[in-house]
């Protein structure tokens, strides 16, 4: 309706001004024309009068009766509807680009910095990003944004690719510019066959390449693309009953809260690097949490202090009283026994896991507790050795249990710490590998596991899994000390019985 009230406003306007110096309607030999948005931004009134003989003009409904005696008095040129749209809105190859990348724009993209520039540039309003904020959770939030941007203007798409550079997100836009330019050619193409001509020049190019002073895409730390986070497969009812007598009870829905701490950008005071590519973690692991059945929350950049209170407050939460387990999962730079915040201060690890011992967090006695911490524990990359011929598994030997101590007592006691157990990406003293493109090794292993194994698989059993295709994986990335890099993840179990998580079973159903 503004755009609509605007263009009545400059066709009136010009009208008033034509009359005025004897302006004669347009004919076949007057001056090319103008786009509807050089007449609302160039010069004054009279120029624009001066500069262009043949008008084209956008009428609503509403105007049409009146501002047709106007311009066939003119010589204006009515546009439709559709012409409208074309003008005023978004460019169809940047349109189509959004549509074909709108999976992993919806996974990857981290807003909270980014529609504070899409703001400063005037393409979305306060009230706008409070609408997004609404919804709940990253993905959702994704969602309304990507329903949102097509409709703010032309000029909407060369704005969001700026605002992802600004937020060091150049890994999405150079991915959307690259289907920009796939597009353009088959758009044309098809324009040109059915004799499409929009009278009009746009401000924005279709065939439009990427920058050249736009900073390369990261190296990939292996030679491929990601594949989509995975769908769960859910547990028979069979399954389920054949193995729960030796297994935790895990059938409450949800089944725990589960807890993110996520952090990808640090102070410039540390010397601590933008970690591209966490944020595909954190969407990875929020979805797959989500299609456990575990209700999620997350936090973005906290510092070591936030951290720390946010564990304290999950700890405490009295709804852990009514569900049977809980997750947690840090994702950040790191040091052995530690966790860095975005102040570059560390919260040390633990500090956390006491939170969620017996004696500070009765609510999840007997009850499994999983950690998973994707950061560094040294900063040696492991560069690995060759192989030699014979068996690739030594035995190992068991471990014994011990009967002391084992005199009744009128009250059940527990150690003070059990029933945990703890992924760790990398192992004491060594480096985590991360693809900026595809988040982290370690992550993208335990989604996959998990997703595909935990219908049938109890977590340590995943995990051993998660191990095995860590071993196997090896750094891409010629001409770097990354190259060929290796990594082994770990884990350490305090569980006392097998954890199933049995995905999309319904006790009694």
Avoid at 97 to 113: H, P, S, T
Avoid at 120 to 141: L, P
Avoid at 291 to 311: I, R
Wanted: charged fraction near 25%; hydrophobic fraction near 35%; charge should be neutral.
């Amino acid at each position: 309706a503004r755009a609509a009230r605007a263009v009545w406003r400059e066709l009136v306007l010009g009208a008033r001004i034509a009359a005025c110096i004897g302006l004669p309607p347009s004919g076949p030999c007057g001056p090319p024309s103008l786009p509807i948005a050089d007449q609302a931004s160039g010069g004054g009134p009279s120029a624009r009068c001066q500069a262009t003989a043949a008008r084209r003009v956008c009428l609503l409904p509403l105007e049409r009766e009146v501002g047709k005696l106007l311009a066939v008095e003119l010589g204006f040129v009515l546009l439709s509807p559709a012409r409208m749209l074309v003008a005023c809105g978004m460019q169809r190859c940047h349109q189509e680009a959004l549509k074909k990348n709108r999976v992993m724009l919806a996974k990857q993209l981290v807003l909270k910095e980014l529609m504070e520039h899409m703001i400063e540039k005037d393409i979305i309003t306060t009230e706008m990003m409070e609408m997004i904020q609404a919804k709940s959770g990253s993905f959702s939030q994704n969602v309304e944004f990507l329903n949102l941007l097509p409709k703010r203007g032309p000029n909407a798409f060369t704005a969001f690719c700026e605002a992802l550079r600004e937020t060091k997100q150049q890994h999405l836009e150079a991915m959307i510019l690259k289907t920009t330019s796939n597009l353009s050619n088959e758009i044309a193409r098809l324009e040109c066959c059915s004799g499409s001509n929009l009278p009009f020049s746009t401000s924005e190019s279709c065939n439009s390449k990427r920058p050249c002073w736009m900073e390369p895409m990261e190296h990939s730390l292996d030679n491929r693309d990601g594949p989509l986070v995975p769908s769960v497969k859910h547990c028979t009812p069979e399954f389920y009953h054949n193995h729960q007598h030796l297994a935790y009870k895990l059938i409450t829905e949800p089944r725990g809260l589960a807890l993110i701490l996520s952090n990808v950008h640090f102070s410039s005071e540390k010397d601590l690097e933008y970690r591209a590519g966490g944020d595909v973690d954190c969407t990875s692991l929020e979805m797959l949490f989500k299609n456990l059945g575990y209700q999620v929350t997350v936090f973005h950049d906290l510092t070591a202090q936030e951290m720390q209170n946010a564990l304290e407050r999950f700890s405490k939460l009295p709804d852990h009283q009514d569900v049977d387990s809980c997750i947690v999962a840090l994702l950040s730079h790191g040091v052995e026994g530690g966790a860095y915040g975005s102040d570059g201060k560390l919260l040390q690890l633990q500090e956390a896991f006491r939170l969620f011992d017996n004696a500070n967090c009765p609510n999840l006695q007997n009850k499994p507790k999983m950690f998973f911490i994707q950061a560094c524990r040294g900063d040696k990359t492991d560069r690995g050795v060759d192989q030699r011929d014979g068996k690739e598994w030594s035995d190992s030997p068991g471990c014994e249990e011990s009967d002391a101590n084992k005199e009744e007592n009128l009250k059940l006691r527990l150690p003070t710490c059990s029933d945990m157990i703890c992924g760790y990406a990398c192992l004491k003293g060594t480096a985590a590998m991360r693809n900026t493109k595809r988040g982290s090794w370690y992550i993208e292993a335990l989604t996959s596991v998990f997703a595909e194994d935990s219908r049938d698989t109890h977590v340590a059993d995943m995990l051993v899994k998660v191990n095995r295709q860590i071993k196997q994986r090896e750094g891409y990335a010629p001409g770097t000390e990354f190259h060929r890099c290796k990594e082994m993840s770990e884990y350490c179990s305090t569980l006392c019985r097998d954890l199933y998580l049995y995905p999309g079973y319904q006790a009694g159903k």
